[in-house]
């Protein structure tokens, strides 16, 4: 099935860096990491894959949806982290998926679980294949065979209630997809995760992503009304309510189940009318800690920016928001209803009084027109591009930095990113431990010099998830070791500080070491008893969250 | 144990109505319901109180924390619904608890479920003791000996985090006493269900409570940062954080848990700084359809009024609110930040486009003086009778109406309340299905004329939660045969259009059939399982939410 997608990367080819840009970031980035020669390897090419044999041969009545192709599998075999991209540059694809299953429907779904019970194959849902914490792979430590249940034909928006402002969607449907089948109501679910092109609303439920919302409803858990899921016991489906007090939430059992407990099929989720006022600006800060303070305040004012993301420095720098001299506070709001410069002004105050400046308040008119670019892509204001202004670029850096990233891995650098959660009372310690321990870690597996930066990207009243991006000179032949040793003292530093394990990027195979400490003992035994009840084989995603 | 509250019903009888208010009640109500002659029966005094037998003997080190007192045990009886009631006036306790036990702090609770799994008896997780719908009465197939473990003396905020704006309170903390005890620190919970002067921190997790805020963070789950709970298989906590996506949320099965899955000791819980600028009005609408669309525009608006109740004519007279002549839309606004008068003026515009009118809309004066009275019990504006507005005149009849629901009851009367949730598309055929059904209940029961009211008490963007009062002339011997009718109608209907079983009064007993058939059978086997892992004997609270 030809995707246009890159079997081993992110995206599209043709959406890739262009030379020049590719010379442009080699050179932003070479001084940084103290490493003048920086050019990419070669990507991949189709043959070039090798893999074992599958194991599988589908049923007459399934033969259509299953896949062979060396290409689709090499493409199911992993997610789109670092480590992945690693293993794809190296032609390591030792572990695919026996077969890729498409199938047309739900019932095809739930054929496809019963064919699995029978022959003891291993299913593993696939939205987008997005997933950076190992969420899609086959496990290493079972030889049973493996689909990787893709759902890429469940992608039509069913149902539009329009007094409620919700739709009935495809669990398989990506978000450009998405928005488009929305746009014709004026109506808009404005999720948008960094991995919107490429991710899927099941993904989303199945993760609970965190999207485009800095404030309010930042988990796409908010949005749901009902799930349908299929699992090896049957059909589970939750009614569509929009509140409910009723024992504890079927939803919130499924939301963050990263496909163990059921592969969701369809879901009725919340949407918004389209936005048509919006104000924006960008405060500067000359200390961290200050930006900390304003956006601390600004998330405990009850203005509920849509947008409200602190870059350090050198992040505003890294993304070509900013030259590096100031910290940066992105502020934007949105309504469908009344115009919002109050907002924003009282924003601004708070930036002022936080011992920041905003220079000039962008305030958009008053506008009616579609946000949405022709992949939607456009969270909260004119499309990229048009004004030239630090929130802009860095909006326009934020969708496109997973092709920066596999630019820059390709380019021999140790290329990751750390995402957890804290309360006020302990960031700021939490987050200098964090950096030191990671600054150790790079140090002690030889990625040195490095730069570490820091984003929040979601501002509670409570907290916030600072998000950190790092950037070293790689090994030429061990980069998956210094990996395995930054990411585990990071998650080490995370767990001791009162951290969560993730944010936003769920637990998959990646964090489990980290995500087996925070957890509480009986609530895993629960999630082993849950689990038997729909999946009493382990066939969904095994090893996922939990060991079955 | 002397708490000054009525051992048969609501609250204490200094603040219970007076001569003259039950005189002018009975005035008010008796045209309503054909009955000129409303007289209340005598309450039930000590000496009525006949109980069986205790069948537990404590061990000396828990003695101290056992009553087998009448009153106690009469008063743990039952909870505060109408059935609760008319059983206490026909001075029915055949099935008390054993014992009422009260332990000391956390430890005590565990020593006690050990105690309870060694003599196999049942506990009873008893908070402020003010369920509706039977959670907290003993068994009626169930032959083990039961406690009432009452959680009185974890009455305590054990914690401030001033910055992040979170405490850890002890889960029987009532609604007054967390007030006061946060008010020091200029801080509020503000969640302030109806129950709040009798009802705990620990009963409004275990039963998803809905409080305060008609928007936004309307259940009490959106304000839990972590948990802490005994079970029979030892403590479980969950980590504190202000987001998190690690896997699905340990928190979210511990809500609406209602006691069968542990017993809740503590937590930490998102508070706000104590509102300084607020505003309100009275949106008066003539036909219920237009004050309907209202209050969906309201909340589809992203103004997230703190208030925003929908009273139907009938509602607004019974509560002393209006006259009867018209709708009306309660509108506050709050805010610790910033003025709130152009949301307030922006939220007029919609009563107007909608067809109401606001004659005079409220502008409270910028302020910082405490809101909440002597028991803390003032959600959102001045005290309670300082403004003889149609919104302080509901809200005072709010927070008396269990007094007055008592008196009715002891005049004869069937009073009793069915609350849900339906999405805005169904909204209308549902509400007029759910009053249809319930006035052939009523008449078919014999309970007729009867007065039938609906106020819509919290509004989301894709729905609202309708909450019926009705009021009928009782039979003088079977009005529980009366209630079984109606209630069983009514859940009926709420069924079969779609609603939810229950919206903030919980499932408890009472809602049993309703909720047996809203949730997915999966869910529910994932549920036994869950009880399996922390409770094997299945000690705690059998029979409420789930067959053991």
């Given at each position: 099935m030809a995707t246009g997608r890159r079997f081993w990367g992110w995206g599209r080819e043709e959406d890739a860096l262009s030379a020049a840009e590719q010379r442009a970031l080699a050179a932003r980035v070479a001084p940084l990491v103290g490493d003048s020669d920086l050019r990419p390897v070669p990507a991949p090419t189709r043959d070039e894959i090798e893999l074992p044999s599958p194991r599988l041969t589908p049923p007459s009545s399934m033969a259509g949806w299953f896949s062979t192709d060396p290409e689709d599998r090499a493409g199911h075999t992993y997610g789109k982290s670092f480590r992945d991209l690693v293993r794809a540059l190296e032609r390591n694809?030792?572990?695919?998926?026996?077969c890729v299953v498409r199938p047309p429907d739900e019932s095809g779904v739930e054929a496809l679980l019963e064919w699995a019970s029978e022959v003891g194959a291993i299913v593993i849902p696939y939205g987008g294949g997005s997933s950076v914490v190992g969420g899609v792979e086959v496990p290493a430590d079972d030889d049973r065979p493996v689909m990787?249940?893709?759902?890429?034909?469940?992608?039509?928006?069913?149902?539009?209630d329009h007094l409620s402002r919700a739709a009935r969607i495809e669990a398989g449907t990506l978000g450009p997809a998405l928005e488009d089948q929305l746009r014709p109501y004026g109506l808009t679910l404005r999720h948008f995760p960094q991995s919107f092109e490429f991710s899927s609303l099941g993904g989303w439920l199945a993760t609970r992503s965190a999207g485009?919302?800095?404030?309010?409803?930042?988990?796409?858990?908010?949005?749901?009304e009902s799930i349908r899921a299929v699992t090896p016991a049957g059909i589970t489906a939750t009614r569509r309510l929009p509140?409910?007090?009723?024992?504890?939430?079927p939803d919130r059992l499924l939301l963050g189940s990263e496909g163990i407990l059921g592969i969701i099929t369809e879901a009725w989720v919340r949407l918004q009318a389209r936005p048509r006022w919006r104000a924006s600006g960008v405060g500067r800060f000359s200390t961290f800690d200050s930006a900390v303070t304003a956006v601390r305040k600004l998330g405990q004012s009850g203005l509920w920016p849509a947008n409200c993301r602190l870059l350090d420095a050198t992040e505003a720098l890294i993304s070509g928001s900013g030259d590096g001299s100031a910290h940066l506070v992105l502020l934007g709001f949105e309504s469908a209803d009344h115009p919002v410069d109050e907002a924003l002004a009282r924003a601004a105050e708070i930036v002022g009084e936080s011992?920041?400046?905003?220079?000039s308040p962008m305030e958009a008119a008053p506008s009616t027109a579609d946000a949405g670019g022709a992949r939607g892509a456009d969270p909260d204001g004119p499309g990229i591009g048009e004004h030239p202004d630090a929130s802009t670029r860095w909006r326009a850096s934020f969708l496109r930095a997973p092709y920066f990233r596999d630019e820059l891995v390709r380019m021999g650098l140790v290329s990751e990113t750390f995402e957890t959660a804290i309360t006020w009372d302990r960031f700021d310690i939490f987050v200098a431990e964090i950096r030191a321990a990671c600054a150790d870690a790079l140090r002690s597996a030889g990625a040195w010099p490095a730069v570490i930066s820091c984003r929040l990207t979601h501002i509670y009243p409570d907290g916030a998830a600072p998000y950190f991006t790092v950037l070293a000179t790689g090994h030429p032949t061990d980069r998956l070791g210094q990996w395995a040793e930054i990411k585990s003292a990071v998650t080490e530093a995370i767990e001791n500080g009162g951290g969560t394990v993730t944010h936003h990027h769920a637990?998959?195979?990646?964090h489990r070491p980290g995500y087996d400490r925070q957890r509480p003992d009986l609530f895993a035994a629960q999630l082993r008893a849950a689990k038997h009840v729909v999946d009493p084989s382990a066939l969904l995603n095994p090893g996922v969250l939990i060991d079955p």
């Open positions: 694809w030792r572990r695919p998926p026996d990787s249940c893709d759902l890429v034909h469940l992608s039509r928006v069913l149902e539009v485009h919302f800095a404030t309010l409803a930042t988990h796409i858990d908010d949005a749901v509140g409910s007090g009723a024992g504890p939430s011992g920041g400046t905003i220079p637990v998959g195979r990646d």
